[in-house]
Each structure stands twice: as C-alpha cells, then as structure tokens.
C-alpha cells in the first residue's frame, strides 16, 4: 500500500514538472515591444496633444474632414493626412449638419450676430451666454457677439470653423459651429481657400 501511494506521489510530480510555466527569458522573447505613436507637433505648441500639423510646405490645397463622433478633424493635402485637430461641436440641441461642404467666406477678426454676451451702460457683463434678440438688454445696455476669430463659413446659416474654447476634448460644446483649437484654426485658415472641401461625418 505504501508503494502504490509513493508510486502515485512520484507520478503526480511528474506532470506537475511538465505543467511548469517555462522561464522568464524563454516566454518574454514571444512578446513583441508596443511603442507610442510619435506625436509630430508644430513647434509653436510644442507641449499640446489638442493637434497635431505637418502640412507646412506641402503641395495641394487643404481639405478637411470632421469625425462627430470623435470630435475630430482631419487634414489632408493632395489625399495626405498632414494632421488632425480635436474639435468641438454642437452639443445637445445645436446639431452640426453633416456632409460635404465648401468654405464660402474667411474673415480673421469676426464676431457672431447671433450668440455672445450682454453689457450694461457701464460695460459690465450682465449676461454670458446671450442670444441676439431673444436675451433681455438693460437700458444703455447692449448686446456683444461672441468672438470667432479665423472664421471659415460653411453654411449660408450662420455654420462655420473658427478658434473657440474646447472645454472637454473629445465631448460638443458649440452651438452648431466647428471650434478649433486657436492655434490650429490659424493654420488651417492659412492653407484653405474659400472653394475648400469640409466633410463632416457622424
């Protein structure tokens, strides 16, 4: 009885020994090294991961195409992405339309008609988030349009790219307009035409 049992020890650490996971050196050689992708970043914002542009002295004009659901832009020239823009767009009740496009105006300096702030006679902000017409305005007081500086238009309607604050990358925050990172919005004004393709996708 006492043989069979060290019979049966003996055999069970057998196939343990074969079951044994193989060594450190031998298994990690089976791994392949996953690196980062390389951010290439201008230099002027050479700390940001909002964009990424290496479109500078490349041929072709510029086209953009906008990813709703990623809140993102890419940029292509001559049918080669040159870079990518987190963006913000219209949030809950402010859709951005969808499809393609062309840039029907640039101005550098523009201010909505449409959405911005009340001022009293003295200049003191009574209301941050106004709509023209609709917001109540205090005697002597005024109406001041949200500034969108490198404004490209869009829409016969008021829709546009243009610099805006992007509070939650990656999330809307626009009333129906493509914001851009200031920065980027600059340089996409500087390498688009009025003619220039926007599609935007969901």
Avoid at 88 to 99: E, L, N, Q
Wanted: charged content about 15%; aromatic content about 8%.
């Amino acid at each position: 009885m006492k043989a069979i049992r060290l019979t049966i020890t003996a055999v069970g650490m057998l196939l343990l020994s074969q079951c044994e996971l193989p060594r450190l050196p031998l298994f990690s050689s089976r791994f392949e090294v996953v690196r980062r992708p390389l951010l290439v970043l201008p230099p002027f914002a050479s700390q940001s991961s909002m964009y990424v542009w290496h479109g500078s002295g490349k041929p072709g004009p510029l086209s953009v195409n906008i990813d709703l659901s990623e809140q993102k832009a890419y940029l292509f020239k001559s049918g080669q992405n040159v870079g990518w823009t987190y963006v913000a767009t219209g949030r809950s009740g402010f859709a951005t339309p969808t499809g393609t496009f062309r840039i029907m105006e640039k101005i550098a300096d523009k201010r909505s008609n449409r959405y911005g702030m009340i001022v009293d006679r003295h200049g003191n902000v009574v209301n941050s988030n106004a709509t023209a017409g609709v917001s109540r305005v205090p005697p002597g007081g005024r109406f001041v349009g949200a500034q969108m500086p490198y404004w490209m238009r869009i829409t016969g309607y008021g829709v546009g790219m243009h610099a805006g604050a992007i509070p939650n990358p990656g999330s809307p925050a626009s009333h129906g307009c493509i914001r851009l990172p200031r920065d980027m919005a600059e340089t996409i004004y500087q390498h688009v035409s009025v003619g220039s393709r926007v599609s935007i996708m969901r």
